[in-house]
């Protein structure tokens, strides 16, 4: 896949626009390139924090959308396939915690990789090599997503099995089957969206991508109406709904990414983007960079993955400490849980994906005080952003709006109840550790996250043994009484922590690439 590119002009005013540097070049696209009109370069802190919000918020719509697709889902099989039934759901969450396995293990398309790469060509001026790595990451999306969709098909009932629904019973099993077959059909959608998206990332618009994905969610959630709440789908109406969402989503982005489809957020006075796959396979030195960087977040992403779908099984295998609850209960409960913690670490995010195309920017140019600077600010959203997500779950929590939002079964209300103030105490903690991410993502620090990943994820499973299996955690620790499905969120809550550390140790190293607290250069 090769790319092309030529330009067009309009006469519109840009919401961003282009400042000159100190010896008259124009900087296209780079860290002083995204100032808003009307901004001056004296403001600061404050500046730096508009220049972060020009990016975070369109990206915060973004990036909560596609959780708020399986959000959504959740919320139609729980209310209307069986209200007193919790296999729909069950089925659901085993199958769902398989498919994040599946896509999300290669969300280096799109941010973990090609907007850093993207980015940091563009901001050091080499624009053909910006839009070749867009190219190669597209190819590289089509080519994974047709093998995924074929895995999945072919070995879908072993793989659900190693998801827990061998335990949930067959009925919960069926519904797995029916959501996971028509969900895999969408494998190629999913993650050509994900490679376009880090592709316009790169190009610091998160306009578009918004428009696009908001504009998918709510086809989505129409059919999600007429398919599960009217017909009686169950979940195989909610994976159709979401397969013909997110198929919608794909052609959209290819349709802007190729020019056909004007961008929202692009500077249309400047060059506009044009990336046009064909069928040719790139050099080993062309795509070296991006395989190098891609490689490393596999193993990462692949060790974070494992992580969140080993919780899931193992919640598949508890059958509570009620005899009102079971399996299915469990895997129910969990379902929900997982997808509000997705959907406020996905909220997170939207800091990362600023400060992560923003620091690949300022290390492009070698502005090391800017990069700085970035952070710093940062982490202060991040930790305002966590406090607020915190007192909005416990409003929801306490008024019983989110336990009957989701379900009205006994059994998993009384499961979910335990595992909601988990989460509700940990998003201080999961917003850093998504805003670390980014700063480290942006700096290329792949290979450092990759090995910190492993052992964060060592550590989480390290700890649910000890409190699983061991005499003294049972009787010392918990009291007499172990409870798989909270020792399971228990590991999550140490995987978390494991990140941010580990990220924290090398954003404050003075011989690293941030240098939060050193000198500026």
Known sequence: MVA???AAASSRTPLITTRLSMNGDEEHGGYDSIVPNGSSEGDGGGLISQKILNLALPALVALAIDPLMTIADTAFVGRYSAPNDPDPLAGLGSAAALLVFS???FNFLA??????LVANRRASGDEAGAIQVGGQAQSLAVVLGITLCLVLLIY???????MGTGVTGPQADSYAQQFLVVRALAAPAVLLCSASNGIMRGYLDTKTPTIILLCSNVVNLLLDVVLVANLGMGPMGAGIATTVAEWLAALSFLGVISGRIPRAGADLQGEKMSITPVLELPKWVDIKPLFVASSAVLLRSLSLQLAMSSAAAMAARSSGVMESTGPSASVAAHQVALQLWLLCSFLCDALA???QALVADGLGRDDRRAVR?????VFNWSLALGLALSGILWIGTASGFLTDFFTSDEGTRIELGKLLTIVILAQPLNSFVFAADGVLQGAEEFTYQAKAMALSVASAFGLFVFLQYTTFAQDIILGGESDALLNVWYGLIMLQFMRGLTSLIKIVDRDGPIALFGKAI
């Open 353 to 355: 994906t600023a400060s």
């Open 4 to 6: 092309k590119t030529n």
């Open 156 to 162: 879908r009932e072993p793989l659900l099995h190693l």
């Open 373 to 377: 600077d970035i952070s710093q600010t």
């Open 111 to 116: 941010t973990a990789a090609t907007s850093p």
């Open 103 to 105: 896509f999300y293990v």
